[in-house]
């Protein structure tokens, strides 16, 4: 157990812990449903968890597609979670001066995955204090974040986190190499592997990413099997409906028997 995840309340259980939530803040209620369910699935299973939603998408493919309901509104919602359900909540950033205000509201400070290389981002959200969540870029190999964790450092951060989320495959595809979870675990920061985002089929001509959900238990099975220290994954009650990455989030219902089998594999490969 890394030390600094004591601030997000995460108790030592010997379980991976589990990150996952909508895509972004849709309305002010769903979110509290959504989290209130994954709370009691992880709760029973002793999973440590987290809540995650963006409070705006900044990284639409095209200039119609939803991105919030207001960024006050949005962390406001996140906070409001965050004290009624106990537990820490996690949001991307997209710029600087979205640093310090994200970081009234919430716990952990997530760098998209095509920012990762951004200096000054990585800067403003290391002198928060946050805990900061790196995704790993889909251009990059995971021995290169060796220097967002560096940054990081120098920058005076010191809890930090990466995710692996999918490399680049052609032009609308995504693979992981699992070769990545013990790389980057040289870092000696825990890594997570996103099961959702991983499964994108991102670039399509209709300018609405794509993905493949059927797989995301395949993905989840591999991840824990190599022992990633934390599964992070989106979710939604209907995700054909859903205002972002529906064709890549996990449907709410299968949460359940999901959790339940990548923990039968983790307590077996540990």
Do not use: W
């Amino acid at each position: 157990m890394y030390p600094y995840l004591e601030k997000l309340r995460f108790t030592d259980t010997g379980n991976f812990f589990l990150i996952a939530g909508p895509c972004v803040i849709e309305d002010s209620e769903s979110p509290f449903r959504i989290a209130e369910r994954l709370l009691e699935i992880t709760d029973r299973l002793q999973i440590p968890f987290a809540f995650k939603a963006s409070y705006k998408k900044a990284n639409r493919s095209r200039v119609d597609s939803f991105s919030g309901i207001g960024d006050l509104k949005g962390l406001e919602v996140l906070r409001a979670i965050r004290e009624k359900f106990d537990v820490p909540v996690v949001t991307d950033i997209h710029a600087e001066e979205e640093a310090a205000l994200a970081a009234q509201y919430v716990d952990v400070l997530q760098i998209p995955a095509f920012l990762c290389r951004q200096t000054s981002l990585l800067q403003a959200a290391a002198e928060t204090g946050k805990v900061v969540n790196v995704k790993k870029g889909q251009f990059l190999s995971p021995e290169a974040m060796v220097h967002a964790v560096d940054k990081i450092h120098h920058f005076g951060g010191k809890d930090i986190m990466l995710t692996e989320r999918g490399t680049t495959f052609g032009y609308q595809d995504l693979v992981v190499d699992f070769r990545g979870v013990p790389e980057m675990k040289k870092n000696k920061v825990p890594v997570i592997v996103d099961i959702t985002h991983s499964l994108q089929k991102p670039n399509q001509v209709a300018g609405v990413t794509g993905g493949n959900p059927e797989m995301i238990e395949t993905i989840g099975r591999a991840a824990v099997a190599v022992g990633c220290d934390g599964i992070f994954m989106e979710t939604h009650p209907d995700p054909q409906h859903a205002k972002s990455d529906g064709a890549n989030m996990l449907r709410l219902d299968l949460a359940d028997n999901l959790l339940q089998t990548l923990l039968r594999i983790h307590k077996a490969a540990r």
